[in-house]
């Protein structure tokens, strides 16, 4: 266990997201580790998470600031 295994781990979900790992594999590696070391496995869910938020706002076609078409 490092002291910035939750950043090493975001940075991983992060990876995870932009490769297109599947949810089951990532929730599946976070369980696994997390009796060892649960600051990882948090941060892992989290960047992964966050990048596919990130993900899907940009591809969302609808911009927000203006109203939708008919």
């Known amino acids: ?3 910035n295994s939750y950043l090493d781990g975001y940075t ?9 790992l599947p ?19 948090q941060g892992l869910i989290d960047g992964y998470l966050h990048a596919t938020a990130v993900n899907t706002a940009h591809t969302d076609k609808t911009p927000t600031n203006q109203p939708e078409s008919r």
Do not use: F, K, N
């Open 23 to 41: 949810s089951r594999r990532v929730h599946a590696r976070a369980t696994m580790a997390d009796p060892y070391d649960p600051l990882w496995a």
């Open 1 to 3: 266990m490092t002291a």
């Open 12 to 20: 991983d979900g992060e990876l995870a997201a932009i490769t297109h």
